[in-house]
């Protein structure tokens, strides 16, 4: 595009897993596949440090962990965990079944059922995200699955961190499992002596987590590619860049693979925002990441006007998109490529992560394009069905018969002609015009 100007720009911007991930997680689900609950407990003990007697968190490990809290920390999760449930409660009413009479005695619907089994993967190598388990589980029971298994790695003691454990369990997770990336997603595709195989995996995590699922796919169902953390901050002249720089960094700390994008069309909050961002670095317990983030995948684009940096925006496929424009809901409509979006300054990606009732799992590498984040659908089938009567079923007989001979699909063609009438003078005019000749 000749009218935009990059300041800061990624030196490898491209989306593609790494060959040598994709092989390394190969190895490791093929373990699992064929060795159950022996690989797991071995490729936990090389991977995270840690030996485990059992793979799924007892009762017991669940209460200590109710007992590890204190009242104000179990309040802050239920908050979390009530709003989520709130939001996708509300998102449940929108989604409907139908059946409606397409033409005399042609009767057609959809009924929406929710998958028998699902497991929820949170995410918590790094840092144990404590909100996580609410954005995958509580949809999940929301929208009516049975049996929801969740599955998180363990922490230097040997078990999932407290807090963590306990929004798993508040969500409503049916059996918690203790056991973190690739191997995780392999024992819930294909099951193992420990751990329930499910019909659908979601959640985010790490590119190992992430190339995982992309590998049982099809074995299984999967919400979408959700990895490292995105944001994108569209401002304009109005925007302030400290606090433009504040938003970026609570993205970048996530990995060094996250990527922070700044797209504006003010050169003075470019510069600005980089100034900002170099003496806040320092104020960060979580520096060293948010430093390697910035470095590596940073980028700084100033746009010669608004409806270019929409279009770069859109471009993007971010999963974040943070607007911080004078009028930021002027721009919503243009707007139609990112995982969930944040309109205006006090609106934060922070609240959709932690607290406010929206789904912080979201697309990541450009998914946006073609997917939003996890709701209530990503554990809904929709199944149509049909019933037409004997009149309904002379209407179409006629026109189903002639695209089968149109096809040579001799049997189909016979299956539509079995159900026309024996006297045609039954079948409608235009029927009659076009039913095969016998
Ligand atoms: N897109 C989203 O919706 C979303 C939401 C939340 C978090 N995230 C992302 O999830 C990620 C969480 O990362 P994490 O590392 O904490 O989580 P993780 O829980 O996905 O992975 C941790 C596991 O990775 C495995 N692992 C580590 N190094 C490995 C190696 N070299 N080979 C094979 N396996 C290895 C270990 O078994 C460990 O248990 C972050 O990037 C965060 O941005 C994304
Ligand atoms: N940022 C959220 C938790 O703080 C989760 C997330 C989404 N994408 C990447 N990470
Ligand atoms: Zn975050």
Known sequence: MSDVTYLKEAEDASLEIDQEVTEAVREILDDVRENGDDALHRLTQKFDDIERE????????????????????????????????????????HVEGFEKEFEEGVNLGQRVVPVESAGAYVPGGRHPLVAAPAMSIV?????????????????????????????????????????????????????TESVTGVDKIVGPGNIFTVEAKRQVFGHVGIDFLAG??????????????????????????????????????????????????????????????????????GEVVVADDVDTAVDVANDYAIEHLQVMTENPRDLMDDLYNYGSMFLGDHSPVV????????????????????SGGITVGTYLKTLTHQQLTAEGAATIAPWAAKICELEGTHAHQLSAEARLPDDESELSEEAQRIKPSD
């Open 54 to 93: 059992e793979i799924q968190v007892s009762e017991e490990e669940i209460e200590q962990a109710h007992e590890a809290l204190t009242e104000d920390e179990r309040a802050a999760i239920d908050n979390t965990i009530e709003n989520v449930r709130e939001f996708h409660e509300e998102q449940l009413q």
């Open 139 to 191: 949809p999940a029971k929301v929208a009516g699955v049975e049996e929801v298994v969740a599955c998180a790695p363990p922490q230097e003691n040997g078990t999932i961190q407290p807090a963590q454990l306990y929004a798993m369990d508040q969500a409503g997770a049916d059996r918690i499992y203790c056991v973190g990336g690739a191997q995780a997603i392999g024992s819930m595709a294909y099951g």
């Open 228 to 297: 490292p953390s995105e944001v994108l901050v569209l401002a304009d002249e109005t925007a302030d860049p400290e606090l433009v720089a504040t938003d970026l960094l609570a993205q970048a700390e996530h990995d060094p693979m996250a990527r922070p994008i700044l797209v504006t069309t003010s050169r003075d909050v470019a510069e600005e925002t980089q100034e900002e961002l170099e003496a806040q670095f320092g104020r960060l317990r979580t520096e060293d990441t948010a430093r390697e983030s910035w470095d590596n995948n």
């Open 351 to 370: 609240f959709g992560d932690k607290a406010v009732g929206t789904n912080h799992s979201l697309p990541t590498l450009e998914v946006a394009r073609y």
